[in-house]
């Protein structure tokens, strides 16, 4: 039995130290997963689990978590544009968490920065903070979802239409700096879909969060595959 103890331990290690150094912190403080480690560990490894620890635990210090992370890499002129609009979306607001990962960036921000507490109504500093957001994102090449998440505090008849409600704020905001709606979609998940395990007050503050996923339109695709 105390082998089998050491041997987890060490296995346990040696993928955080490769988990570690498979996520490097860009200049920008945003986030981007490297080849290296990625490679060792393998990609069925670097699923949800790994993605909240990747997002969460060992970024204990920021202040949301961002799940389901894939680990993939993508370089060339996709990948660029990608690095730019996390570059962009973390000086706009750096009290986010922006992470690039393969042809996607996440950003999430906690609840508490966004709206009071059980309210869905966007915070002064809240609005200021997406305008600067706005700046990138209303002339960039992405398709935009916003998604609302709650901790599993309280019943999903009160947490799935909060999230809802949150995320359509964040949407209808968007719009009216300038970003058009046709690029964005909102949808709340509620607590179905934690960063993090629901286990601890620390962790519950990640979970909520409002969580921006960029993805690649068409023509930038077509850009990236060389295709005229």
């Known amino acids: 039995m105390r082998t089998r103890l050491t041997m987890k331990a060490i296995v346990g290690a040696s993928m955080l130290a490769l988990l570690t150094s498979a996520c490097a912190t860009n200049p920008d403080g945003s986030y981007e997963y490297q080849k290296t480690g990625i490679g060792a560990l393998g990609g069925a490894v670097l699923g949800a689990g790994a993605g909240a620890l990747i997002g969460g635990?060992?970024?204990?210090?920021?202040?949301?978590?961002?799940?389901?992370?894939?680990?993939?890499?993508?370089?060339?002129?996709?990948?660029?544009?990608?690095?730019?609009?996390?570059?962009?979306?973390?000086?706009?607001?750096?009290?986010?968490?922006?992470?690039?990962?393969?042809?996607?960036v996440y950003v999430a921000l906690p609840s508490g920065i966004l709206f009071d507490v059980g309210k869905d109504a966007l915070k002064p500093a809240a609005k200021e903070s997406l305008g600067k957001a706005a700046t990138?994102?209303?002339?960039?090449?992405?398709?935009?979802?916003?998604?609302?998440?709650?901790?599993?505090?309280g019943s999903d008849a009160v947490n799935q239409p909060l999230s809802d409600r949150?995320?359509?704020?964040?949407?209808?905001?968007?719009?009216?700096?300038?970003?058009?709606?046709?690029?964005?979609?909102?949808?709340?998940?509620?607590?179905?879909?934690?960063?993090?395990?629901?286990?601890?007050?620390?962790?519950?503050?990640?979970?909520?969060?409002?969580?921006?996923?960029?993805?690649?339109n068409e023509k930038l695709k077509a850009q990236g595959s060389g295709a005229n």
Request: zero cysteines; proline letters at 4%.
């Open 136 to 153: 990138t994102l209303k002339d960039s090449q992405t398709m935009i979802t916003i998604e609302g998440h709650t901790d599993s505090s």
């Open 57 to 104: 635990k060992s970024h204990r210090g920021r202040n949301a978590a961002i799940g389901g992370l894939s680990g993939a890499v993508v370089g060339g002129a996709v990948g660029n544009y990608m690095d730019r609009q996390a570059a962009a979306l973390k000086k706009s607001m750096p009290e986010a968490e922006v992470i690039r990962d393969g042809d996607k």
């Open 166 to 216: 949150r995320a359509n704020r964040v949407r209808d905001f968007l719009i009216s700096q300038g970003v058009p709606g046709a690029k964005m979609a909102a949808i709340g998940y509620g607590s179905s879909r934690p960063a993090v395990p629901n286990d601890s007050e620390a962790n519950r503050a990640l979970n909520r969060r409002v969580q921006i996923e960029l993805t690649p």
